[in-house]
């Protein structure tokens, strides 16, 4: 029986709130592929407290983490605008990151960071976890075994915003495709007083949306729409991503996380559309873990489509049972641990991710020039937002 890998030595390098809810948890759920070694905080207070609830030595000065605890990892979890900087310096530190999303806000941010990481031989993966989630990988498994042929359009319908939006349309375009060109409309609306969500509080809100045609060289097109309010407004419930093909089309019908995949080819004779039934399985009768995503085609060819979910119990009872997102950013930092064990690419990785941000600032860039085309790839150094 062959040895198993030893576990990778992982740092967290920051105390966001997902440092202790969500990247903890994964790492300590996962002991024969890493091991949480340290945590890195700003200040002594944030650190300490990030270190007493995970169970790990904690520090505010990184060198000293690095030489005293020997990681291999870095999870850079920090506050929004920070990505970044700390990004950056947790590479010149010399570990093998994943970093939160976006990359950076800055193009030239970013390509500072995979410069840096070249120079070293050091891998980044990102924490875009939505393409990984078991709806959206199943979806890549049917597009890839070519039952809906070749995607001529795909749409983010206020299925993510910003970064993750974006990356979702290109997701059924393929990541390997190229896009040339971005026009974009950003746009401010007064909203009527509602309760939000994430504020706790009922108040007139401004709306703002934004709007974006990708053009791809190939001539297909990527079509994004966002409005920042789409999270926690009741007044904006709707969420959807689709896709339309050469022999179908795939939608995502959602109010909020309440979605349904709506997926469809041509019924024998031509003449009405055959509907894809997706099975979710899991390890008991009764509920349990997901063991796998199972698409029911009623193609005589490619009768069944599966994606099996890489985390699902060894034994029964015996492992994580997680909820479809935390499944996804798992996902993100097995494809770095993969990538570092192997010498290879994580499966996503800095370039996608920035190309990811990339359409984004040229959506915003578009619209302060009137709405004229910007083409790809962009001068880092014209980014003004």
Same mark, same amino acid.
């Given at each position: 029986?062959?040895? /198993?890998?030893?576990?990778?030595? #992982? %740092?967290?390098? &920051?105390?966001?709130?997902? +440092?202790?809810?969500?990247? !903890?948890?994964? $790492?300590?759920?996962? /002991?024969?592929?890493?091991?949480? #070694? %340290?945590?890195? &905080?700003?200040?002594?207070? +944030?650190?300490?407290?990030? !270190?007493?609830? $995970?169970?790990?030595?904690?520090?505010?000065?990184?060198?000293?983490?690095?030489?005293?605890?020997?990681?291999?990892?870095?999870?850079?979890?920090?506050?929004?605008?920070?990505?970044?900087?700390?990004?950056?310096?947790?590479?010149?530190?010399?570990?093998?990151?994943?970093?939160?999303?976006?990359?950076?806000?800055?193009?030239?941010?970013?390509?500072?960071?995979?410069?840096?990481?070249?120079?070293?031989?050091?891998?980044?993966?990102?924490?875009?976890?939505?393409?990984?989630?078991?709806?959206?990988?199943?979806?890549?498994?049917?597009?890839?075994?070519?039952?809906?042929?070749?995607?001529?359009?795909?749409?983010?319908?206020?299925?993510?915003?910003?970064?993750?939006?974006?990356?979702?349309?290109?997701?059924?375009?393929?990541?390997?495709?190229?896009?040339?060109?971005?026009?974009?409309?950003?746009?401010?609306?007064?909203?009527?007083?509602?309760?939000?969500?994430?504020?706790?509080?009922?108040?007139?809100?401004?709306?703002?949306?934004?709007?974006?045609?990708?053009?791809?060289?190939?001539?297909?097109?990527?079509?994004?729409?966002?409005?920042?309010?789409?999270?926690?407004?009741?007044?904006?419930?709707?969420?959807?991503?689709?896709?339309?093909?050469?022999?179908?089309?795939?939608?995502?019908?959602?109010?909020?996380?309440?979605?349904?995949?709506?997926?469809?080819?041509?019924?024998?004779?031509?003449?009405?559309?055959?509907?894809?039934?997706?099975?979710?399985?899991?390890?008991?009768?009764?509920?349990?873990?997901?063991?796998?995503?199972?698409?029911?085609?009623?193609?005589?060819?490619?009768?069944?489509?599966?994606?099996?979910?890489?985390?699902?119990?060894?034994?029964?009872?015996?492992?994580?049972?997680?909820?479809?997102?935390?499944?996804?950013?798992?996902?993100?930092?097995?494809?770095?641990?993969?990538?570092?064990?192997?010498?290879?690419?994580?499966?996503?990785?800095?370039?996608?991710?920035?190309?990811?941000?990339?359409?984004?600032?040229?959506?915003?860039?578009?619209?302060?020039?009137?709405?004229?085309?910007?083409?790809?790839?962009?001068?880092?150094?014209?980014?003004?937002?």
């Amino acid at each position: 029986m062959p040895t /198993p890998p030893t576990p990778l030595r #992982v %740092a967290i390098i &920051g105390t966001a709130r997902r +440092s202790d809810y969500l990247y !903890g948890p994964i $790492l300590h759920a996962l /002991p024969r592929e890493v091991e949480l #070694v %340290a945590v890195w &905080g700003r200040s002594e207070a +944030s650190a300490k407290r990030l !270190g007493e609830s $995970l169970g790990a030595p904690w520090y505010t000065d990184l060198d000293k983490l690095v030489r005293e605890t020997a990681p291999q990892i870095g999870i850079v979890s920090v506050t929004y605008a920070a990505n970044g900087e700390v990004g950056l310096m947790a590479v010149e530190a010399g570990l093998h990151v994943l970093l939160e999303t976006p990359i950076a806000h800055k193009l030239s941010e970013a390509d500072a960071i995979i410069a840096a990481a070249e120079q070293r031989g050091l891998k980044i993966e990102v924490a875009e976890q939505f393409h990984r989630r078991p709806l959206e990988a199943v979806k890549l498994k049917l597009l890839a075994s070519g039952l809906f042929g070749t995607v001529h359009s795909a749409f983010n319908d206020f299925a993510g915003h910003g970064y993750h939006g974006v990356s979702v349309m290109r997701s059924y375009l393929g990541f390997d495709a190229r896009p040339v060109q971005v026009t974009g409309a950003v746009k401010e609306y007064p909203l009527a007083a509602h309760w939000s969500r994430l504020r706790n509080e009922t108040a007139p809100r401004t709306e703002s949306q934004e709007h974006g045609l990708i053009e791809y060289e190939d001539g297909r097109l990527g079509i994004f729409h966002w409005t920042n309010v789409g999270y926690d407004s009741p007044l904006r419930w709707w969420r959807s991503s689709r896709f339309l093909a050469e022999k179908g089309m795939g939608i995502t019908v959602g109010v909020g996380l309440e979605v349904q995949e709506w997926l469809s080819t041509l019924a024998p004779g031509g003449e009405a559309p055959r509907f894809v039934t997706l099975e979710r399985r899991w390890e008991r009768v009764d509920g349990g873990a997901l063991i796998a995503m199972v698409a029911h085609t009623g193609d005589a060819d490619i009768p069944i489509v599966t994606w099996e979910n890489p985390f699902r119990p060894r034994k029964q009872g015996h492992g994580p049972d997680w909820q479809d997102d935390v499944i996804g950013v798992a996902g993100c930092l097995m494809s770095l641990v993969e990538a570092v064990r192997t010498d290879s690419d994580p499966s996503y990785g800095p370039l996608q991710a920035r190309l990811d941000q990339e359409i984004i600032v040229a959506i915003r860039e578009s619209s302060k020039q009137g709405g004229q085309p910007v083409s790809l790839p962009m001068d880092p150094a014209s980014q003004t937002v």
